[in-house]
Structures are given as structure tokens and as C-alpha cells.
């Protein structure tokens, strides 16, 4: 899934889910390529407030690029 933000410290960016750890969402950043944790409660807030818009469900090729360069990100 990617999602538009429309608002805050990181307007204009994308964020494409990867996975979820604990209590944090773990996001690729598009087009900055950077890692972004999203605690659990904020990614809610987020979504009610609009400041997170769903998009769409990636391509599985365009999916596993992100994924790939995420990998790459954590280790």
C-alpha cells in the first residue's frame, strides 16, 4: 500500500508500508528513499485527520523494488 502525505514535517512525500514492528509501522519514503517509523497511534491520527490518504496497492514489481531498497536501509 502507498500513501500520499498531505501535511506535516514530510508533505509531498509517499510513504509505501513495508512492515510493522512493536508499536511502530514501518514505511519506504518516496521519493527521499529514507526509512519512516509511524507509531501505531499517530499512523490512526493520521489517516482520521487526513494528513495520511491511501493511494493504492503497488504493482508486486514496483513493490518489490521499494522492498528491495528498504532491505538495504536496515542493514
Known amino acids: 500500500m502507498i500513501y500520499a502525505v498531505n501535511g506535516g514535517d514530510y508533505l509531498g512525500e509517499f510513504f509505501v508500508y513495508m ?27 493520521a489517516i482520521d485527520g487526513k494528513v495520511l490518504e491511501l493511494i493504492e496497492k503497488l504493482p508486486a514489481d514496483t513493490y518489490e523494488v521499494c522492498r528491495s531498497q528498504y532491505e538495504n536501509i536496515n542493514n
Open 19 to 45: 512492515d510493522v514492528q512493536g508499536d511502530e509501522y514501518h514505511f519506504l519514503s518516496l521519493p527521499k528513499m529514507e526509512l519512516r517509523k509511524v507509531p501505531k497511534d499517530k499512523f490512526a491520527f
